[in-house]
């Protein structure tokens, strides 16, 4: 059905690359890519006029890069997903990425059948986390934080925040999430309205990083 399509669009100055991804994408018949943009700006003039559901984004493009446009993106079309697509490995991109509010990150190295995943699973819970992003996760769940060292302590969850924080980090969506625990939807959206408020993040992605960051969940 045309109305299950997830709507996609890719920004990156390789048009080969572009087409590259385009193409490997189209034996899954739930995804149509809307949208081919060579840069950020470009993007963001673009985005309107076919808003997409999700987007794949290159980290170095020319006039504005992967990590202004994911900033730019969050602000100003909450709803849309941004998946990180660029040949960079360094692991401080990661993290950064994600607090800017990327709902994932994938190597241009990735199998087409993992960027399908990494779409499909955007758009059911808010985030995808593959071995490489969770491998960095860790890391920096034992590496020193430059933020909020003295407050981690100081975190009390209620048992029932804690319980939502839980299944949320297992990527059960809010109504997965309400049958498990015998409660609304509209109650699970609350609380981790709630939590996001509090933890100073933008989205279900920025809640399993700060929940792994500082150790608040078993």
Do not use: W
């Amino acid at each position: 059905m045309v109305s299950n399509q997830i709507k996609v669009a890719i920004a990156d100055d390789h048009k080969i690359f572009r087409k590259g991804v385009i193409l490997s994408m189209r034996p899954y018949s739930n995804i149509k890519f809307v949208m081919e943009a060579e840069n950020g700006d470009d993007l963001l003039e673009k985005i309107p006029e076919s808003m997409p559901d999700v987007i794949l984004c290159d980290l170095k493009m020319p006039v504005k890069d992967g990590i202004d446009t994911t900033k730019m993106v969050t602000k100003k079309f909450p709803n849309i997903r941004v998946i990180i697509l660029t040949m960079y490995e360094d692991e401080r991109f990661v993290g950064h990425l994600m607090d800017c509010g990327a709902a994932g990150y994938l190597l241009k190295s990735t199998d087409p059948a993992e960027i399908k995943k990494a779409i499909m699973d955007v758009m059911r819970t808010g985030f995808y986390l593959n071995p490489f992003v969770n491998k960095v996760l860790i890391k920096k769940n034992y590496s020193k934080q430059k933020f909020n060292p003295s407050l981690t302590s100081e975190i009390v969850l209620s048992e029932r925040e804690k319980e939502v924080l839980t299944l949320v980090c297992m990527e059960f969506t809010a109504s997965e999430i309400s049958l498990k625990m015998d409660i609304s939807a509209r109650t699970v959206e609350a609380i981790k309205d709630r939590l996001m408020e509090r933890f100073g993040v933008k989205n279900s992605v920025g809640l399993v990083f700060y929940a792994m960051k500082n150790q608040l969940i078993d």
